[in-house]
């Protein structure tokens, strides 16, 4: 059963900057190395998005709202996940999730990103 962990959020003003990681605990290396890893996120407002992908072979994919700012990367051999967030806005504000692309049942905790100043 494949079990992630999240870490690195917090509180950080507009225009800052904050960097998430992602360990997926429980899974082996033979199978993380080509999975496609996802950073999801949900807010009150909306329903859990995927928003940045990297393939086994780390070709990346961002949803429009944070091109040019997020930057997704994962390191295989500590079978983890990072999202490294710049000039961040207030409707950034979320809870960080990662997982597999397309998703598993299993989630983590979640990590809680607040933008505001």
């Known amino acids: 059963q494949v079990h992630f962990l999240e870490s690195g959020g917090g509180l950080v003003q507009p225009g800052g900057s904050l960097r998430l990681s992602c360990r997926a605990a429980?899974?082996?290396?033979?199978?993380?190395?080509?999975?496609?890893m996802g950073w999801y996120r949900q807010s009150p407002e909306k329903p859990r998005e995927l928003f940045a992908s990297?393939?086994?072979?780390?070709?990346?994919n961002y949803a429009d709202s944070v091109k040019d700012r997020f930057t997704i990367s994962r390191d295989n051999a500590r079978k983890s996940v990072y999202l490294q967030l710049n000039t961040v806005k207030p409707e950034d504000t979320a809870v960080y999730y990662c997982?597999?692309?397309?998703?598993?049942?299993?989630w983590g905790e979640g990590t809680q990103v607040t933008v505001s100043s």
């Open positions: 997982n597999t692309v397309p998703s598993s049942e299993n």
């Open positions: 429980r899974m082996i290396t033979s199978t993380f190395n080509p999975t496609t």
């Open positions: 990297i393939t086994g072979g780390r070709s990346t």
